[in-house]
DNA sequence: TATCCACCGGAATTTATGGAAG
DNA sequence: CTTCCATAAATTCCGGTGGATA
């Protein structure tokens, strides 16, 4: 049923972006310059999760590299500290300057100005947490490196910058998605299914049902779409029912976390089965049997069992991922359950308490 | 009601790491 | 090889919180 899998592949990026044309154009008017050899303009660029914020950054560079070879960088900047971030754009750039991670931070303004002769984007994905004051400091002064912050809560992340930037990214220089509606959705939709799936598999009305199952959520509708056809080919069918859809979308969430679950490291896995096979716990059970179980769960294993403050941050991130939630009603005590009691960890964690007399 | 207790999570501090330069 | 630099990850410290207990 799927005849081309890479519409569906979230590196592909349209030719059109649907119902993004004043986006476009304001991110175009505001990156300009760099056409003329300038230096562009700062923009900030919010909205919620999957409707496209990288994508509209994506689908600009493209159009300035295709229309005058702009020189840009796509920065995954979750979690990164200022530095960071600026190494990588200095690695990304075509200059034959590398920097590593003892070069002096200090050092790193003198190399942008000295090596990006020409105008530069530096694009900040996932630029929530990140120390943005920081970035900028550095980048004061170097005449030819423009930002564009991707964040999702605008009033958060302006609320971090210190107040000399804040103009930078008010009023034309803030871009601000939406959601899509369950039509637009299916606008988004349409070319994908045109390219990726046999034809009149599914209707123009279905691709609205999916746009109102995902809320307006571009990305989650894609994959909706591409796992709804998963389903229907596994039961031998010839056309997509509305059933396949919601089963679809679920499809799409599991996939999501288990990809999630498989790049974490052994800790959180570790507390990820045992909050599995004890689910629902309170926190102190949990950590005693951490205790417990911690010398046959890290046997023969590099890393050594943590403590509990990191425990709580392991977990913190489990949450995060949608793996692993609990009510914070419950204050003292928490409740930690796993979402989907499917899901298993790919380690094979002896979970069982070590007997003393044991030995390796 | 007063006191205690275990947990929570922010912040400071320590530890381990990797690459480069001397 | 040793020293330096920046950083990530982990530990330690500790005030806050709120339920439990006398």
């Given at each position: 049923m799927i005849t081309d899998d890479r519409y569906f592949a979230e590196a592909h990026l349209p030719r059109e972006l649907p119902h993004r044309d004043a986006a476009?154009?304001?991110?175009?008017?505001?990156?300009?310059?760099?056409?003329?050899?300038?230096?562009?303009?700062?923009?900030?660029?919010?909205?919620?999760?999957?409707?496209?914020?990288?994508?509209?950054?994506?689908?600009?560079?493209?159009?300035?590299?295709?229309?005058?070879?702009?020189?840009s960088a796509i920065v995954r900047s979750l979690?990164?500290?200022?530095?960071?971030?600026?190494?990588?754009?200095?690695?990304?750039?075509?200059?034959?300057?590398?920097?590593?991670?003892?070069?002096?931070?200090?050092?790193?303004?003198?190399?942008l100005r000295d090596h990006f002769t020409d105008p530069f984007v530096l694009v900040l994905d996932e630029a929530d947490d990140l120390p943005q004051t920081d970035v900028l400091d550095m980048l004061v002064g170097v005449p030819n490196v423009s930002i564009v912050a991707i964040a999702h809560n605008p009033a958060e992340w302006l609320a971090d910058i210190d107040q000399r930037y804040r103009s930078q990214f008010d009023g034309s220089h803030h871009v601000e998605l939406e959601k899509y509606t369950p039509e637009e959705v299916a606008d988004i939709l349409e070319p994908r299914v045109r390219h990726g799936l046999e034809a009149n598999v599914i209707t123009r009305k279905q691709?609205?049902?999916?746009?109102?199952?995902?809320?307006?959520?571009?990305?989650?509708?894609?994959?909706?779409?591409?796992?709804?056809?998963?389903?229907?080919?596994?039961?031998?069918?010839?056309?997509?029912?509305?059933?396949?859809?919601?089963?679809?979308?679920?499809?799409?969430?599991?996939?999501?976390?288990?990809?999630?679950?498989?790049?974490?490291?052994?800790?959180?896995?570790v507390l990820y089965a045992l909050v599995r096979a004890m689910s629902p716990v309170k926190s102190d059970q949990l950590h005693s049997r951490y205790d417990a179980v911690a010398p046959g769960a890290y046997r023969n294993r590099p890393v050594e069992p943590v403590s509990r403050r990191t425990?709580?941050?392991?977990?913190?991130?489990?949450?995060?991922?949608?793996?692993?939630?609990?009510?914070?009603?419950?204050?003292?005590?928490?409740?930690?359950?796993?979402?989907?009691?499917?899901?298993?960890?790919?380690?094979?964690?002896?979970?069982?308490?070590d007997d003393v007399g044991t030995h390796a």
């Open positions: 476009v154009s304001q991110l175009s008017r505001a990156l300009a310059p760099a056409v003329n050899g300038q230096r562009a303009d700062d923009v900030l660029v919010t909205g919620p999760s999957g409707v496209g914020k990288t994508a509209l950054a994506r689908f600009i560079l493209r159009k300035l590299d295709e229309e005058a070879a702009v020189r979690g990164k500290t200022a530095g960071a971030v600026v190494r990588d754009a200095i690695n990304e750039h075509p200059s034959p300057v590398t920097v590593h991670r003892g070069t002096p931070t200090a050092e790193l303004p003198d190399i691709l609205v049902t999916v746009g109102d199952l995902v809320a307006g959520v571009a990305r989650l509708g894609v994959q909706t779409v591409r796992c709804a056809a998963e389903v229907a080919a596994e039961q031998r069918r010839d056309t997509i029912t509305d059933g396949h859809l919601v089963d679809g979308k679920h499809r799409a969430l599991d996939e999501i976390r288990e990809a999630h679950l498989r790049t974490l490291p052994y800790h959180h896995q425990r709580r941050t392991k977990l913190e991130k489990l949450r995060e991922y949608g793996l692993v939630e609990w009510s914070e009603r419950t204050a003292n005590q928490r409740q930690y359950e796993v979402v989907d009691p499917q899901l298993a960890s790919e380690h094979d964690i002896p979970l069982t308490v």
